[in-house]
């Protein structure tokens, strides 16, 4: 072999080398110098903002109460005997995906007891699995939470953070206190109760003079689970802090209507509406079992024993049109308390208690733009179960 061979062998040699570290390196070392040896995950965000559709629609789908599990291995519960042996978790998973492709929400909220703690090895997983149809959909979605979701492995905190953390997931942990348009809120923001009260707006149709004008607003409150007063075990309530906070932000959209010097502009967002979703009732929605209401009241209202005025702050702000809550599984009702709706989501998940044949299900609010004036009327019941209209 002449000497120069003998170089370019070794050459080659060398090169081979070179190159098989490298693709060890690549493949067996790379990943392991990540974070949590996962590769890095840039959170997938919804189409913002919010929006009516052109045809002056906004659709909301509620899901209450999903009480997921661990998927196929979480049998259902209060389901018919011929349904009980294929019946888990799956059932759940596969009523979300129909019912998101059937009625093609713009947006979705899930009011809490998302998982069943008790049931839940891992809460990060069961959320996952538990959201996984909202986040395949890419559809904006967000969520409060209940007074199971935190008997698990995650403290409230945690689990709204990784909620927030999740694709197309528009879940805040609690107002941002860095926010500068917010500024303004100061104090109020810094020193709230609870983890899940945020506030997102819904702007007019793209192209439209209220393009650029929140005409809905989304509040969403914790609504804790569980606490003792005076030695008596009872379930959570919105507290103070949390009215206060209220108070300020939808204090600032009824002051953002002077600004506007467009007449136009000026009418439709003279008092934006707003509609509020958490997960336990207010003590006062006892009060519709003698009332009229649509839909049905089959259960007693699972309330605090505390009544925190958020009746009466909602009714003093003017704004707020109407309340979703879950909680109570086999209500699914809506009455009207002091000129605001008040409804139950009933029960969307298998897992969690329900009435054998009365089928799971959901609530789809529609609110609609009327053209000219704008007035909150009846709710409608439209299609099965107990999907109900809102006309504004
Ligand atoms: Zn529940």
């Not at 909301?60 to 109460?65: F, K, R, S």
């Not at 018919?80 to 979705?108: G, H, M, V, W």
């Not at 935190?150 to 926010?179: A, G, H, K």
């Not at 810094?190 to 007019?204: A, E, S």
Request: hydrophobic content about 35%; glycine content about 10%.
């Amino acid at each position: 072999m002449s000497k120069t061979m003998e170089e370019g062998l070794y050459s080659l040699l060398y090169l081979t080398l070179i190159f098989t570290i490298l693709y060890s390196l690549h493949t067996q070392v790379a990943h392991k110098l990540l974070i949590g040896q996962h590769p890095l995950h840039l959170k997938k965000s919804p189409h913002l903002p919010l929006r009516f559709n052109s045809d002056g629609t906004f659709k909301i789908l509620q899901v209450a109460d999903m009480h997921y599990g661990e998927g196929m291995v979480t049998r259902c519960v209060d389901v018919l005997a011929s349904e009980f042996d294929y019946c888990s978790d799956l059932n759940t998973t596969l009523f979300l995906k129909r019912i998101i492709q059937s009625e093609k929400p713009d947006f979705i909220v899930f009011t809490g007891d998302n998982i069943f703690g008790p049931s839940a090895h891992d809460a990060a997983e069961s959320l996952l699995r538990a959201f996984a149809p909202a986040v395949d959909s890419g559809l904006p979605w967000a969520a409060v939470l209940g007074n199971h979701d935190q008997e698990s492995t995650m403290t409230r905190e945690e689990l709204m953070s990784f909620i927030s953390l999740m694709d197309y997931s528009l879940s805040q942990t609690n107002p941002s206190v860095d926010d500068p348009s917010r500024a303004a809120e100061g104090e109020v923001t810094k020193n709230i109760d609870g983890f899940g009260n945020y506030n997102l707006r819904v702007y007019g149709a793209p192209g439209s003079h209220l393009a650029n004008s929140s005409v809905l607003n989304l509040f969403f409150l914790d609504s804790g689970d569980r606490e003792v007063v005076q030695g008596i075990r009872t379930y959570g309530w919105i507290k103070e802090s949390q009215l206060r906070w209220f108070t300020v932000i939808s204090k600032g959209y009824q002051g953002q209507r002077q600004d506007t010097n467009h007449l136009e502009e000026a009418s439709a967002c003279a008092m934006p509406p707003a509609m509020v979703f958490f997960h336990i009732p207010i003590p006062e929605i006892q009060q519709l079992y003698n009332q009229k209401i649509v839909g049905q009241f089959q259960q007693r209202v699972s309330c605090s024993s505390v009544n925190s005025g958020v009746l009466q702050t909602f009714i003093s702000m003017g704004d707020v049109k109407a309340v979703f809550v879950g909680h109570d599984h086999t209500n699914d009702f809506c009455g009207n308390l002091g000129g605001i709706w008040f409804c139950h989501g009933g029960g969307f998940g298998y897992h969690g208690y329900g009435k054998a044949g009365w089928p799971r299900r959901a609530r789809i609010i529609l609110a609609e733009l009327e053209k000219g004036e704008k007035s909150w009327g009846e709710w409608i019941e439209s299609g099965p179960g107990s999907a109900s209209t809102m006309r504004s």
